[in-house]
């Protein structure tokens, strides 16, 4: 499956002058949420990254995502592993568990995201899940940045990666954009444009 390709059929491989959350400004901008609006390509994209797991051997109880960003995918995948589905969310800016989400001692989950970029929310979510007794066996995403290591592109994690380097993480593609610190901006600098941030235009 080419799931650059099927980004870029829903539209959500924006090409443009973007401002990240992290600040850094990019040519490229992955809107996850207008892939998973189909509910048929969110299917097909979870039973083909249900399966990378399945292959593994690995034994999944629950699937856990950080709000809002991995919701989708984490519930498309808990369905491909038929599995529970949980997710955290931030409260006064801490990721916690709430909702009844009940998390059992030694029960094993995967934590997915949209998309994993240095792995940041993922693992303070992980941190959570731990926290209450249960095991993180894996993390999985719709597509790697490039700043993490994935199982089968066996690439070394970069510096800025913060998931742990002894659990594996899955992911269907590399998604590997050059990102600029304002100041080295080539998009600025030509002068042409100002870099924004998708979302906040009604789009
Ligand atoms: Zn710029």
Do not use: W
């Amino acid at each position: 499956m080419n799931v650059e390709q099927v980004y870029k059929d829903s539209s959500a491989l924006l090409q443009g002058h973007f401002k990240l959350s992290s600040g850094n400004h990019s040519e490229y901008y992955l809107q996850s949420a207008k892939v998973l609006e189909d509910p048929k390509t969110a299917k097909m994209l979870a039973v083909a990254l249900a399966k990378q797991i399945k292959d593994s051997g690995i034994k999944v109880d629950a699937v856990c995502s950080p709000a809002l960003g991995g919701i989708i995918a984490g519930f498309a995948l808990a369905t491909a592993l038929d599995v529970r589905f949980i997710f955290a969310e931030r409260v006064d800016g801490v990721m916690s568990i709430r909702r009844g989400f009940e998390v059992k001692d030694g029960e094993n989950y995967v934590m997915c995201e949209d998309i994993i970029t240095t792995g940041g929310s993922a693992l303070e979510a992980a941190k959570q899940v731990e926290a209450s007794g249960g095991n993180i066996v894996a993390f999985a995403a719709l597509a790697n940045r490039g700043f993490c290591s994935r199982v089968g592109n066996n690439a070394d994690p970069k510096a800025n990666c913060k998931l742990p380097a002894n659990t594996p993480l899955f992911a269907l593609d590399d998604f590997t954009f050059e990102m600029y610190a304002p100041e080295d901006c080539p998009l600025c600098k030509e002068g042409k444009s100002e870099a924004y941030k998708p979302g906040s235009r009604g789009n």
